[in-house]
């Protein structure tokens, strides 16, 4: 539910930080980590008040039947 996409997005975010000496500058520039910074920031903000209901937020999975 609410809380694994929390966690999933905390991991993603931590992730992004511990991998940014890969990134910054030969991948990103400034602009881009503080945009995707933001992003992640954005995001799991999204997710907390009314387990995302109040913005349309969904985790879906689809499966072929």
Request: glycine fraction near 6%; proline fraction near 3%; aromatic fraction near 20%.
């Amino acid at each position: 539910g609410d809380v694994y996409k929390r966690q999933t997005l905390d991991e993603w975010h931590k992730r992004f930080w511990q991998a940014i000496d890969q990134l910054f500058p030969d991948y990103l520039s400034i602009e881009d980590v503080e945009s995707w910074n933001r992003y992640f920031v954005l995001c799991k903000a999204m997710f907390r008040p009314d387990q995302g209901r109040s913005y349309g937020v969904g985790h879906y999975l689809y499966e072929k039947t």
